[in-house]
């Protein structure tokens, strides 16, 4: 969109401030090319309306040429061709409008100042032009500034609703349905195993409230979580969910996103070993090689499940908030290959003490 | 609530978690009028269990491994009332659409199975079977392209990933899928298959052929006007005018 030609009140203006323009021409080239008054506005007015419009195209060459650092030969070389060409057509206007007064017999005097003044009418087209020039180039600036602003509040706004998004995420309301109709279950056959539910299902649950409030947490606690959760689903899905786990000491003490592997345990029970008639390994490993933590999760699965529920979402939410957080894009891996699904996530491995 | 004059229902009970079997098998129990014949922990087994013992009334839960409790449900037809039993709520209308008599979400107790049951006796009573055909039409308008197509054959559960079958051909009221040397029977005409399949990939080349375009290696042409396609494995279907248009278009 044209900044100008584009709104009736802008161009308005726009003319106004030209018709300024061409009254000071009138004044400084016609009076003292040894015109008189009218002849010298009769003859500069409608000139200067005419390059008004002519150096509106300073707005495509602004825009096909922005100023970069290291094209400044370009931009230059660029803006000169352009004013000359401008400021060529005006003065070859200008002999037109001279020549058409001299016809109408308005007044020979412009003729004459066109003769005479055409040199210094040409650099002042040149310079109108620059002038148009920078007025677009001010105006590109102010606009990549605002927009460069809204685009940060609007960067920050998505990134503070994905963490709360990922945070809702995190526990999946039908795990507590389901584990409480385990419960339920349980209390007539075994009272005992029940309550022992009870209690896992309330440490889940009182450990995710508590980490999920943090920035960081040590991989050690997160993990601590995730045996928590697959403790109880351990309950509801009986001997067809089996786990391993290597943790080397380096990683254990790594500082991680809360909640970062609920989703990807979440995944791996209803996707994986839950879709399997005999269930299978969860196998989850943590490694630290150099600066970097390396977190594995792998589970069989049925190549040939229905997928019809939302799969990815977890992944596509746990992948956008590594990318806030670290800036990385491919920090989170994943895979499914004859009947495995793995993912690997790799995160800056960072040591401390949690504030 | 029930008087004993009433025959007593034969149940099949169907969820994978064996927790949750326990307690329909603990609830039930306290209905003298229900007769517990089968528990069944996957899709395969309840088809077979329905097929051999037709029970009164199925109490079928939804997430399952291989074939979950819509599956099971196409699979066996009207001819059985079914309670759908699950934790999640969004198949609720899904449930209706395939009529359903229930839809109980986890954790429920005695009363609400005890309605979801007495349900069932009315719709039982009533007999209002529906037939099987309007039922799998209903249920699978609002899905996807099929990416699997599951045949009953008898008691035994065949699932055929579509991107196996190379073409279908239609027999009267059945449908015959060609899957590498294998011929399946499935109760279905041609026109309602090829409704659930991708256009993209399944075109129906002539009246009777449903051809898997990857499987398609040429066209040749026959007698004037007539064309024939040529399969990889050298089948040879014939194409119809109309066909070979569609054909076209997608090639």
């Given at each position: ?199 896992l299902?309330?440490d889940f649950?009182?450990e ?16 601590a979580l995730a045996d928590r959760f697959l403790a109880i ?123 | ?251």
């Amino acid at each position: 969109m044209h900044p100008i030609l584009s709104s009736l009140r802008r161009l308005a203006i726009y003319l106004l401030a030209w018709l300024l323009i061409g009254l000071l021409l009138s004044v400084g080239l016609g009076l003292s090319g040894g015109g008189n008054w009218l002849t010298a506005v009769i003859f500069f007015v409608p000139l200067s309306l005419v390059f008004a419009l002519i150096t509106q195209s300073a707005w495509y060459v602004c825009r096909i040429f922005p100023l970069v650092r290291g094209r400044a030969w370009t931009v230059g070389t660029a803006q000169i061709l352009s004013a000359v060409f401008a400021s060529g057509i005006w003065v070859a206007a200008a002999g037109g409008w001279a020549r058409t007064l001299d016809v109408v017999g308005v007044g020979a005097a412009g003729a004459a100042l066109y003769t005479t003044q055409r040199p210094l009418l040409f650099v002042v087209g040149a310079l109108l032009f620059w002038l148009v020039s920078v007025f677009f180039y001010l105006l590109i600036a102010f606009d990549a500034s605002k927009d460069a602003e809204r685009e940060n509040v609007e960067l920050s706004l998505l990134a503070r609703e994905a963490e709360l998004r990922a945070l809702r995420a995190q526990i999946d309301p039908h795990f507590i349905f389901n584990s409480l109709h385990s419960i339920s279950s349980l209390t007539a056959t075994d009272a005992a195993a029940a309550r022992r539910m009870c209690l896992l299902l309330a440490d889940f649950l009182r450990e995710t409230l508590r980490l999920g409030g943090n920035d960081q947490i040590p991989l050690s606690e997160e993990l601590a979580l995730a045996d928590r959760f697959l403790a109880i689903e351990q309950v509801r899905l009986g001997d067809r969910l089996r786990i391993t786990r290597e943790t080397d000491a380096g990683a254990a003490g790594c500082l991680v996103p809360p909640l970062l592997l609920q989703p990807l345990v979440e995944n791996a029970v209803n996707h994986g070993i839950a879709q399997l008639v005999d269930g299978g390994t969860i196998r989850m490993a943590a490694t630290r090689t150099g600066s970097t933590l390396t977190i594995t999760l792998e589970n069989p699965c049925d190549p040939e499940r229905a997928r019809t529920r939302g799969v990815g979402l977890g992944l596509e939410l746990l992948r956008k908030r590594l990318t806030n957080q670290y800036g990385a894009t491919d920090a989170v891996y994943a895979q499914e290959r004859e009947g495995e699904f793995r993912v690997e996530i790799r995160i800056p491995a960072v040591i401390g003490v949690p504030a | 609530m029930t008087s004993s004059e009433e025959p007593a229902l034969r149940v099949i009970v169907v969820d994978d978690e064996e927790l949750a079997r326990a307690l329909l098998r603990e609830l039930l129990g306290a209905h003298p009028d229900i007769e517990i014949i089968a528990e069944c922990g996957n899709g395969f087994e309840a088809v077979k269990a329905v097929t051999d013992k037709k029970p009164d009334l199925v109490l079928l839960d939804v997430q399952m491994p291989k074939l979950d409790g819509f599956d099971v449900l196409e699979l066996i037809g009207t001819d059985v009332p079914v309670i759908f039993v699950t934790a999640y709520d969004q198949y609720a209308i899904k449930a209706f659409q395939v009529h359903a008599v229930d839809y109980l979400l986890k954790p429920f107790g005695a009363e609400r199975l005890a309605e979801a049951l007495a349900r069932a006796r009315t719709r039982i009573g009533a007999r209002e079977a529906l037939p099987a055909k309007a039922l799998v039409s209903d249920a699978r308008t609002t899905r996807a392209p099929l990416e699997r197509i599951l045949i009953r054959d008898r008691a035994d559960v065949h699932v055929i990933p579509v991107a196996k079958i190379d073409y279908i051909e239609s027999q009267d009221d059945y449908v015959q899928l060609k899957v590498g040397d294998r011929q399946l029977l499935k109760e279905q005409t041609l026109a309602e298959l090829e409704q659930l399949l991708d256009p993209g990939r399944f075109v129906r080349i002539h009246r009777r052929y449903l051809l898997n375009v990857a499987r398609l290696a040429r066209i040749e042409q026959a007698v004037t006007e007539s064309r024939v396609a040529i399969l990889q494995d050298g089948t040879e279907l014939p194409i119809s005018r109309s066909g070979y248009a569609k054909l076209r278009e997608i090639l």
